[in-house]
């Protein structure tokens, strides 16, 4: 199983950025799909995530208006559209996978890319 995350990068405040993550060795479309992002110094947080088929997605209040999730099921690869970034985004993002059944939980997660925004 592997989860490749791609696009992160240096960026200045208001500008724009989108993450991809590929996603292989498991059935993407069965999965749950979600950006977390760690901070230095801080816990993993939720960004955005987006059901299996793409129907629904789910941000935090404090990641509203400016982050957009969505899905290519056909490629594998989940998105994460980043607009008007702040200094306080710098984080890694990471790509996680998750799948719930009666019998075993499954969750997946990529290595991270890094986000920079700096003047």
């Known amino acids: 199983v592997q989860l490749v995350e791609s696009g992160g990068g240096l960026v200045q405040p208001g500008g724009s950025l989108r993450l991809s993550c590929v996603g292989s060795?498991?059935?993407?479309?069965?999965?749950?799909m979600s950006w977390y992002r760690q901070a230095p110094g801080k816990e993993r947080e939720l960004v955005a995530a987006i059901t299996s088929g793409g129907g629904s997605t789910n941000y935090p209040d404090s990641m509203k208006g400016r982050f957009t999730i969505s899905r290519d099921n056909a490629k594998n690869t989940v998105y994460l559209q980043m607009n008007n970034l702040k200094p306080e985004d710098t984080a890694v993002y990471f790509c996680n996978a998750r799948f719930r059944s009666p019998f075993k939980n499954y969750d997946y997660w990529g290595q991270g890319t890094q986000v920079t925004v700096s003047s």
């Open positions: 060795g498991f059935t993407f479309s069965n999965y749950r």
